[in-house]
């Protein structure tokens, strides 16, 4: 039995449906709500959720292998469940350990349980956020238009998930993830404009406006996030080969994410 957490989440569900493709037969999903999920009528749909760890032990009755979305606030009390629960194998998605998920790897391995950590880089649909002013204005305005980062589309993520899941050998590795390209963030934005068939120009902002123009989506993060895009211009992220080497099929290129999310970024009217 594999239990996927967060079964609803944007890589959660991913992940059931790789798993399924790929023939697992006895796959659990975690949700809020079963009602409005929508899964698979193969797939048994459990009510809770990490936040609600009182939820967990049903949820983890019989389960061998265990797909665990970042939840920092209760990691520690779900992975001892999962191991009172005789799991025999987490798979989390979180970070290196200096990073912002670092706790999760930390707790899943103090519980003991084998682990393989997913550590992914950018998410694809992070850029997104360009999708409202691209619809309204036509034009990205942000800063440093080169710095530059190797995103990766979550479906590949999930893809590496539903592997380290179903094959043995990934017990005690940590894969790094990216994207299979390295790209500025104006080289992303000329992407975009194929997508929709024309020019979206990149008007550059200063740091302290680039700060400002995503603090009302991002908080106080917004000024640690435009300080990273500075580092990134003078130190790109390279892309390393884990997705095609785990999945034996290459990543997601920034070009065809842009291709398939390009109604997001036209205009309504």
């Known amino acids: 039995m594999i239990l996927v957490t967060g079964a609803t989440g944007n890589i959660g569900r991913l992940v059931v449906d790789h798993l399924l493709r790929a023939g697992a037969t006895d796959v659990r999903a975690l949700t809020t709500n079963p009602e409005k999920a929508k899964l698979p009528p193969e797939v048994e749909v459990v009510e809770g959720y ?20 970042p939840l920092e606030s209760t990691v520690r009390e779900v992975v001892a469940l999962a ?7 987490i798979v989390d998605v979180a970070g290196s350990k200096d990073s912002w998920w670092g706790s999760v790897e930390v707790a899943v391995e103090e519980s003991g349980v084998p682990w393989t950590h997913l550590e992914p880089g950018e998410f694809m ?9 691209v619809r309204t204005s036509g034009t990205v305005r942000d800063g440093y238009p080169d710095a530059a980062v190797a995103a990766i589309d979550l479906d ?3 893809a590496v998930a539903a592997v380290a899941l179903l094959e043995d050998g990934h017990q005690g590795k940590a894969y790094p993830l990216t994207g299979p390209e390295s790209l500025t ?3 992303m934005v000329r992407l975009i404009g194929e997508a929709l068939g024309r020019e979206v120009p990149y008007v550059e902002l200063a740091h302290a406006d680039a700060v400002e123009a995503l603090r009302p989506s991002m908080g106080e993060f917004a000024e640690t996030y435009v300080d990273g895009m500075a580092q990134l211009t003078k130190h790109p992220q390279q892309a390393v080969p884990a997705i095609a080497e785990l999945t034996g ?3 997601t290129t920034f070009a065809q994410w842009a291709a398939r999310n390009v109604a997001a970024f036209r205009p309504t009217s």
């Open 249 to 251: 099929k290459p990543g």
């Open 50 to 69: 990490l936040g609600r760890v009182e939820t967990l032990p049903a949820a983890l009755e019989g389960v061998e292998r265990m797909y665990l979305a």
């Open 83 to 89: 191991a009172k629960a005789g799991v025999r194998h």
């Open 125 to 133: 649909d992070n850029y997104l956020m360009w999708a409202e002013q």
């Open 185 to 187: 963030r104006a080289e």
């Open 156 to 158: 590949d993520i999930a």
